[in-house]
């Protein structure tokens, strides 16, 4: 059973125009989440996290919402840009213990010029 | 560079061989990760060692045998592979505690003939 689940396996974005991401999760003991993001042929790359304690955290141009009653965070990118086409991959664990990160399946963005 | 190396970065063998793969993380961190991202599935979790000790096996097969001779240096010896072992392997390093981001390698991409 996926504790974390990104639903859309991919996404096409203009330009210029706004990319939001989302990811569910099960497990209402998550309470850390981050975002990573993957090019062909490298390893994925930390890009931003929230703990619970917020419902917002935003990095030039990332931001990333949570929603704890929905079980709900989605990562937004503004300006897109065709660099930032890549597979973006959402993770959730519990902090103050040694619980691994548990992954979703990754969203493929294609930023379009 | 993302401070860990991951080699080879390719490998093909044959069912009946044993190789090793090879992480070495340049970052200071002192947990270090096995996963293994097969196609349109999560990041698996396979193994976890935080100061040397394996802390975590995700009910991996004992023909994957991972060793830690230290904080920096991270093996996973393969014998009598199967198919379905097929998959990119990636080494994460980390700082101990669930809520520090873990630092990808580029994966070692296996394929067994």
């Known amino acids: 059973d996926q504790q974390v689940k990104q639903n859309s396996p991919s996404l096409s974005v203009q330009e210029g125009r706004i990319s939001i991401l989302n990811c569910d999760y099960t497990?209402?003991?998550?309470?850390?989440f981050l975002w990573y993001k993957k090019y062909p042929a490298e390893g994925p790359t930390f890009l931003i996290s929230i703990s619970s304690i917020k419902d917002k955290n935003e990095d030039g141009r990332f931001t990333v919402f949570l929603n704890k009653s929905a079980k709900h965070l989605s990562l937004h990118i503004v300006p897109s840009q065709p660099g930032d086409s890549a597979v973006y991959f959402c993770?959730?664990?519990?902090?103050?213990?040694?619980?691994?990160?548990?992954f979703g399946k990754g969203t493929r963005l294609s930023v379009i010029a | 560079e993302t401070g860990v190396t991951q080699t080879p970065r390719h490998l093909v063998m044959g069912m009946t061989n044993k190789k090793s793969l090879k992480c070495e993380q340049h970052?200071?961190?002192?947990?270090m990760y096995w996963y293994k991202q097969s196609a349109k599935k999560p990041l698996e979790l396979m193994f976890v060692?935080?100061?040397?000790?394996?802390?975590e096996n995700n009910s991996v097969p004992s023909r994957f045998s991972p060793e830690c001779p230290n904080s920096s240096h991270l093996f996973l010896h393969l014998h009598t592979l199967q198919p379905e072992d097929s998959a990119l392997y990636l080494c994460a390093s980390s700082q101990e505690g669930s809520n520090q981001p873990q630092h990808f390698g580029d994966g070692t991409r296996l394929s067994i003939l």
């Open positions: 060692y935080n100061f040397k000790e394996q802390t």
């Open positions: 970052l200071g961190h002192n947990a």
């Open positions: 993770a959730a664990s519990i902090q103050g213990g040694n619980t691994p990160l548990v």
């Open positions: 497990n209402s003991m998550f309470d850390y």
